[in-house]
């Protein structure tokens, strides 16, 4: 199979597989060492191997990650890649509307360039995952 070249290089940038679906939702990053931080987002249809453009996020984002946590997915931290200001925001796409909004909570430390696993709820008493 061939695949679909995105419509923009990009590095920096986050990506998850979107909930029950094989497309792939890619965000932020920047298209080269000069450039700042992008708001852009693509979705890559598996089953139409074609990239489509679906609305930006609020806040441009360059070493954040993207995180599929249930029906959910979240943009976390990151930073404006020119100007060193880390983010601490978080937020949240809507799947049916295909748009981002603010999550409404923060990280307790702005952050860039962070690990991320995602681990089941049922090896920790108590975690819960968001509706």
Known sequence: RN?????LPLSG?????????????????SRNERDDSQLGSYIYSWTGN???NTADMNTARFGHKLVTVGQNVFAIGGK???HDVYLDSIEI????????????QSLKKPRAHF????????IFYGCQIFS
């Not at 695949?3 to 419509?7: E, K």
């Not at 940038?13 to 990053?29: K, M, Q, R």
């Not at 796409?93 to 409404?104: A, I, M, V």
């Not at 690990?115 to 049922?122: D, E, H, T």
Request: charged share 20%.
């Open 93 to 104: 796409f809507d799947t049916d509307k295909r748009e981002w909004n603010n999550f409404g």
């Open 13 to 29: 940038h986050g990506c998850t597989v979107l909930p029950n679906s094989y497309d792939i939702l890619v965000a932020g990053g």
């Open 50 to 52: 074609a990239w489509n």
């Open 3 to 7: 695949y679909t070249d995105m419509p």
């Open 80 to 82: 404006q890649r020119n």
């Open 115 to 122: 690990g991320l696993a995602l681990v089941p709820r049922s």
